[in-house]
């Protein structure tokens, strides 16, 4: 049974830090990308990075410089490094496991539930 499970999810002032992380169970993980996502209330999932199986690593323009994706393979396990955090960075965060190193939400075959980051002074 393939299982995605987010963590690090809180609430933070602007400019303040957070790091999730993705654990992956049921599946090799190396072999797969893996994205995060974002979903703010009434606004629609969008990508926010990607990582492949070799390191290649993708961002959405909004966040460059930002954050940070990395992967642990031995662990089956990814994270999202956030500094700067801004409000508009607020939203439902998900992890997802594909086949494809980009950030739609299609190609995707796997998802977590999500958790939650809250940036509010």
């Known amino acids: 049974q393939v299982q995605l499970v987010e963590s690090g999810g809180g609430s933070v002032q602007p400019g303040g830090s957070l790091r999730l992380s993705c654990a992956a169970s049921?599946?090799?993980?190396?072999?797969?990308?893996m994205g995060w996502f974002r979903q703010a209330t009434g606004k629609e999932r969008e990508g926010v990075a990607a990582?492949?199986?070799?390191?290649?690593?993708i961002r959405a323009d909004s966040v460059k410089g930002r954050f940070t994706i990395f992967r642990d393979n031995a662990n089956n396990t990814s994270y999202l490094r956030m500094n700067s955090l801004k409000p508009e960075d607020t939203g439902m965060y998900y992890c997802?496991?594909?086949?494809?190193?980009?950030?739609?939400?299609?190609?995707?075959?796997?998802w977590g539930q999500g958790t939650q980051v809250t940036v509010s002074s």
């Open positions: 049921g599946y090799t993980a190396s072999s797969y990308s």
């Open positions: 997802a496991a594909g086949t494809i190193l980009w950030l739609l939400p299609s190609g995707y075959n796997y």
């Open positions: 990582i492949n199986s070799r390191g290649v690593t």
